[in-house]
Structure formats: C-alpha cells, structure tokens
C-alpha cells in the first residue's frame, strides 16, 4: 500500500498548498480519499484524471469533497471518456457538489454508492470499515486494509470512542488535528486537537501517526510537538507530495 498526500489544509487551502486529499494505491488501484479543495492540480501531477479508479469520500464538507466536481470534468470532457468513476460516500453527502452542472451534466461520469457508517464494503483491492464519528455533517472515519497492511482515516472529529476502535494496530493513523493543544470551546465537540490525536494513537498502538486538516498559518513544529506530548512512536504532518509506503 502506497500514500501520497496531495494536501493537509483544513478549512480552505493556505497559498500554494492544498485541502485534504489522499491517493492510495494498492496492486495498481487507485482510490482517492477526500478531494478537497485544490487537491486535482496536485493529483494531475502524478497521474491522468482516467486512471483514478474509485474515490471515498468522509465527509460532505467541501474542503473534503470540491475538487470532485472538476476531477469529473476533466473525466467527462475528455476526447474518449472513461468509465463512470464509482463514488463511495455517505447518503446525501456530494448532493451539493454534483449538482453544480446543472441535472444530468456529468450523469455518466460517475455512479455513487451510498454508504452508512459503521458498515463494511469493498473497493478494488481493499476492505473499507467504516465508523460513524462525530462532526458538525455526519463523517465516517475509514479504515482501508489490504495485503496486511491498514490505514485508518478520522475524516474530521471531535473525541469519541470508537477512535481507538477505528486505529488499533493500524499502520498508519492519518488523524484531524486542526489545532495543536486545545479545541475552543465552541468546536470542541466536532474537532480533534494534536494532542488528542497523539493520546488516540498510543492507546490505539499504531505504527505512524500522520497529522492533517491543520488551520491554514499554522506552524507545523507546534502541532507534531504537541502530539508527542501523547504519543512516542512516528509522526509526522502531512504535506503535498508526501509519499508514505507501508511495505
């Protein structure tokens, strides 16, 4: 299994990078996690729009899902299209972003299959468990398993349970950690701090922790700091062109 970050920004893309967006390929298949907001250009660096085989979506927020839309055009306006792009999400999620075409635009460039947290489903060569975590839109964290090897996927978060559940013995645990020691109050319950994450991580045993969704202008230094005030193990900020290879 093989990662590559195209952007870890929450909220909107800080200058010259990009929102959340994961490309994560395993014998040959390509899933993208999360689109967000910027992430086509950078994706387009490393391969064709036509060669994406599936995309996973956690959220409905657009810093997590925008650059579907042009992901599609660029499928759908090409001289010879390729099959419909299978689009795995919760219900009603990329409702706003399909529509902006207008009905039918981009009918068959893609096919969505709806999805509920807390159920399992297949998508090329990985197994997707998913859990339903809490967030200001209904977020499924993911967890993609292959050949032995996990990632497991917050999506955005505040604290619950199931995180250790969602990250046990994973791999690699790609956690929301939008600010760096403390939540305000008034997100505290729909966000994860860098601390929290770290804390998630030791309890949950994972090999690497990869932080992302960080507030644009925020200091990376300050974030991996203080997960380690939770964590021993790697860590590392996700960042565009970030390659992580799990063997």
């Known amino acids: 299994m093989r990662i590559t970050v195209l952007g870890g920004c929450g909220a909107w893309p800080a200058a010259g990078q990009a929102c959340s ?43 997590h899902c925008a650059d579907l839309h042009p992901l ?46 807390g159920g399992r489903f297949e ?35 505040g604290p619950s349970p199931d995180l250790t559940a969602l990250a046990r013995d994973a791999d690699v645990f790609l956690a929301e950690a939008t600010y760096a020691e403390r939540v305000p109050e008034h997100s505290a319950r729909y966000l994860s701090s860098a601390r929290q994450a770290g804390e998630n991580a030791a ?10 969704h960080l507030w644009p202008g925020t200091d990376p230094e300050t974030i991996e700091e203080a997960a380690r005030r939770g964590f021993s193990g790697e860590i590392e900020v996700a960042r565009g062109g970030l390659h992580v290879d799990l063997g």
């Open 123 to 157: 998508v090329g060569p990985f197994r997707v468990d998913t859990w339903l975590l809490p967030h200001w839109v209904p977020n499924a964290g993911l967890r993609l398993s292959a050949d032995g090897r996990v990632l497991s996927y917050t999506g955005d978060t």
């Open 72 to 117: 599609l055009r660029a499928r759908a306006l090409a001289g010879d299209p390729p099959p419909a792009l299978p689009v795995y999400s919760l219900p009603g999620a990329l409702t706003a972003i399909l529509a902006l075409d207008g009905p039918g635009s981009l009918r068959d460039a893609y096919r969505v299959h709806e999805f509920t947290a």
């Open 203 to 212: 309890e949950a045993g994972v090999g690497k922790l990869l932080l992302t």
């Open 21 to 63: 967006g994961y490309l994560v390929e395993q014998d040959g298949f390509r899933v993208l996690v999360d689109p967000g907001y910027a992430t086509l250009p950078r994706l387009l660096e490393l391969t064709a729009a036509d060669e994406i085989d599936a995309v996973l979506v956690s959220h409905g927020h657009p810093d």
